[in-house]
């Protein structure tokens, strides 16, 4: 498994959220550009077919796949078309480390809302979305977010 020699950076990342990640890619001479991706957040200019949808917390899942799930779901079967794997790499905490772990998952927005999604029904939509999307929902703390993507883009898929 290789490391990717440069990382597009989609223009639409929040710079603050991803200085990390940017400190990460620069410790391991990681080259990479800012400019707008057709999906995701990352990729590899040595392997186009595969992109990283970074998701800073399962917060913003569930907010992709109620409030927002038509754009979420464009964006995936626009991925599915042009023959780009997608994998939606949620940083959570060191408890979430798969959709099993998702279904345990207490929404501390269900003290404020009895209608706010439980885990195991966000559990069961992105298993639906991986299965019906070919795409793929993987875990990682914020701290681990540089590594994991680099790991993730080295690889061959």
Same mark, same amino acid.
């Given at each position: 498994?290789?490391?990717?020699?440069?990382?597009?950076?989609?223009?639409?990342?929040?710079?603050?959220?991803?200085?990390?990640?940017?400190?990460?890619?620069?410790?391991?001479?990681?080259?990479?550009?800012?400019?707008?991706?057709?999906?995701?957040?990352?990729?590899?200019?040595? &392997? @186009? /077919?595969?992109?990283?949808?970074?998701?800073?917390?399962? !917060?913003?899942?569930?907010?992709? %796949?109620? #409030?927002?799930?038509?754009?979420?779901?464009?964006?995936?079967?626009?991925?599915?078309?042009?023959?780009?794997?997608?994998?939606?790499?949620?940083?959570?905490?060191?408890?979430?480390?798969?959709?099993?772990?998702?279904?345990?998952?207490? &929404? @501390? /927005?269900?003290?404020?809302?009895?209608?706010?999604?439980? !885990?195991?029904?966000?559990?069961? %939509?992105? #298993?639906?979305?991986?299965?019906?999307?070919?795409?793929?929902?993987?875990?990682?703390?914020?701290?681990?977010?540089?590594?994991?993507?680099?790991?993730?883009?080295?690889?061959?898929?």
């Amino acid at each position: 498994m290789g490391k990717p020699k440069t990382i597009q950076v989609d223009s639409r990342e929040k710079a603050k959220a991803i200085t990390k990640i940017l400190e990460e890619f620069d410790e391991q001479g990681i080259q990479y550009y800012v400019s707008k991706l057709f999906v995701g957040d990352y990729m590899s200019l040595d &392997n @186009p /077919r595969l992109v990283i949808d970074r998701k800073q917390n399962l !917060g913003e899942v569930v907010s992709n %796949v109620c #409030q927002q799930h038509e754009r979420f779901k464009a964006e995936l079967v626009r991925a599915n078309e042009m023959g780009i794997k997608v994998i939606v790499l949620v940083e959570h905490s060191r408890h979430i480390n798969s959709i099993e772990d998702v279904a345990k998952w207490k &929404n @501390p /927005r269900i003290r404020f809302s009895p209608r706010a999604m439980r !885990g195991y029904t966000l559990a069961k %939509v992105m #298993q639906t979305m991986q299965e019906k999307y070919n795409c793929e929902f993987l875990f990682c703390e914020k701290k681990d977010t540089g590594k994991v993507i680099i790991d993730l883009l080295g690889s061959e898929e």
